[in-house]
């Protein structure tokens, strides 16, 4: 039987939805159909993950900055591409929306192998470059025995694809932003247009989407108790580091009062002298 979706912004049930879903993604529940599918779906992002790093590592030479600082740019160029190919896959998996607490999909499970993949990826990667502290490495266990368990179950795949939504809009923003930083265009026009489009993407997606997308998670029926507990810590989790973020914007309003006071034009990219 084709199951029923969910349509977001009209709250009915759309058949016809359901079936252009089930139609589009004939070559999803086909593969689906075979066990060893998912792990060797996880294996091959793995795998392409690792891919685009190589080719970062054989394209970017930048002998000019600390060998750590170039690793680190290479990793986050991956790390950008993971961010944006979750949030527009989740994005188009919105158009199926269905309720909290169901099997996943073909799409969800797609989607969900695919961040695994990267994660199992950044895990070795931040390892072997040592590109990394105790709270990301924390972070990334528990998101890999999360997405894990989502596979294994067959279940968590909507309320995972509302956390990319939330999460993942601002993660190009954010490596940008860093990878600039290495580049030691801190103190230019690029740096602060960039750092300016994470916080703006940040909030947006962490309150303007998070809050009503944590609130229909941990009000869902049928959504596992665990599964409401860590989307709430995390959106709590955001409203922190927001406090903190906000005080980094009065910051940059300061800098921006005292580089017109003393005449000071930021340049696209050449340092300014502060």
């Not at 990267?118 to 972070?139: G, K, P, R, W």
């Not at 997405?147 to 940008?176: C, D, P, Q, R």
Request: charged residues 15%.
């Amino acid at each position: 039987m084709t199951p029923l979706l969910i349509s977001p912004r009209l709250g009915l049930l759309d058949e016809r939805a359901a079936n252009g879903h089930v139609r589009h993604n004939m070559w999803l529940l086909e593969l689906e159909g075979q066990s060893s599918f998912k792990a060797r779906l996880v294996l091959g992002f793995t795998c392409l993950w690792s891919l685009l790093f190589l080719l970062a590592w054989s394209a970017i030479r930048l002998p000019a900055l600390k060998p750590a600082a170039v690793w680190d740019i290479r990793n986050r160029l991956v790390s950008a591409a993971h961010g944006t190919f979750a949030y527009f896959v989740a994005l188009y998996a919105l158009t199926f929306w269905r309720d909290f607490g169901l099997e996943n999909t073909p799409l969800e499970n797609f989607l969900v192998s695919g961040t695994l993949g990267y994660f199992l990826y950044d895990t070795v990667c931040m390892l072997s470059l040592s590109l990394y502290d105790s709270f990301i490495l924390v972070h990334h266990l528990a998101v890999v025995v999360g997405l894990s368990a989502s596979l294994l179950t067959n279940m968590g795949g909507a309320e995972i694809t509302w956390g990319y939504i939330i999460t993942e809009g601002s993660n190009a923003f954010l490596h940008s932003k860093e990878i600039t930083r290495d580049l030691g265009l801190k103190d230019t026009k690029l740096y602060l247009t960039v750092e300016l489009g994470f916080f703006a993407t940040y909030y947006f997606g962490r309150f303007a989407v998070g809050v009503p997308g944590v609130f229909w998670i941990v009000t869902s029926a049928t959504t596992p108790l665990l599964v409401k507990s860590v989307a709430f810590l995390l959106e709590v989790q955001s409203f922190e580091w927001g406090y903190r973020m906000q005080k980094v914007m009065r910051k940059r309003y300061a800098e921006t009062q005292q580089r017109a006071i003393r005449g000071i034009t930021l340049q696209w990219l050449v340092p300014a002298k502060v």
